[in-house]
């Protein structure tokens, strides 16, 4: 296939998989708190089958997201939320949730199934965002992302915690991805194509905002932890 002898097909996938790897590490934790009071050996079971049916309600709203983001001003929104995701992902201090452990694996699968679908709406939009309507590099993408989720989740939190420029250029990744999709939305196409010489200058006016917006509020947040200490 000659799109896979394009570099841009590899930029892209390796796009969506940064994008799923970077923002992977919550549902991590998820996976852990809602397995963790299973006999070990139902908690690979839980694992597995839990992850598999997130992943795959998540690939049906990522086809979803990538129909949607072909209507005009839609692009526009997502690249908002895209940079919001980016922000909050380095301004950090994000309310983890507060699962309880099930001794039933049934139990447990569906909490891991309906706590992963809803913190996956910046995968989703992310991964959509990447793929830029082209549904074979979706698939693959995502096909190469699942056993990243399932297998490498706890160690990718490890080395986020270790090596934290890893999540400095996840979020300016998101800001990057940001600065193209709304460059393209449908509802500017005569602007952009007016201007295309200008079509790097969006995403990394957004890659530096996101980095510049984060990195502010992760600082303020840290000035303020001693004073509500004291409190």
């Given amino acids: 296939m000659s799109m896979l002898a394009a570099p841009e097909f590899w930029l892209a996938l390796s796009q969506i998989i940064l994008i799923n790897i970077v923002l992977s590490g919550d549902n991590a934790v998820v996976i852990a708190l809602a397995s963790r009071s299973l006999p070990s050996s139902q908690q690979k079971k839980a694992i597995l089958f839990g992850s598999v ?99 490498g989740s706890t160690i990718i939190l490890k080395l986020m915690t270790r090596f934290p420029v890893i999540i400095t250029a996840g979020a300016a990744l998101l800001g990057w991805v ?11 196409d005569g602007w952009a194509a007016a201007h295309h010489n200008l079509h790097l200058v969006p995403p990394m006016l957004c890659a530096l905002l996101v980095i510049a917006l984060g990195k502010w509020l992760q600082r303020r947040n840290a000035a303020k932890a001693p004073l509500n200490e004291m409190g």
Avoid: Q
């Fill in 53 to 151: 049916g997130a992943i795959v309600l998540r690939i049906v709203l990522t086809f979803f997201a990538v129909y949607l983001l072909s209507l005009p001003y839609l692009k526009l929104a997502g690249a908002a939320l895209l940079l919001w995701i980016g922000v909050n992902l380095l301004k950090g201090e994000d309310d983890e949730e507060e699962l309880e452990g099930h001794s039933n694996l049934a139990a447990a699968i569906k909490t891991i199934i309906i706590a992963d679908l809803v913190m996956s709406l910046d995968n989703v939009i992310g991964v959509a965002a990447a793929a830029k309507g082209n549904v074979f590099l979706l698939v693959v993408g995502l096909g190469v992302s699942i056993p990243l989720i399932i297998y």
């Fill in 178 to 188: 940001a600065g193209e999709m709304a460059f393209s939305d449908p509802a500017i």
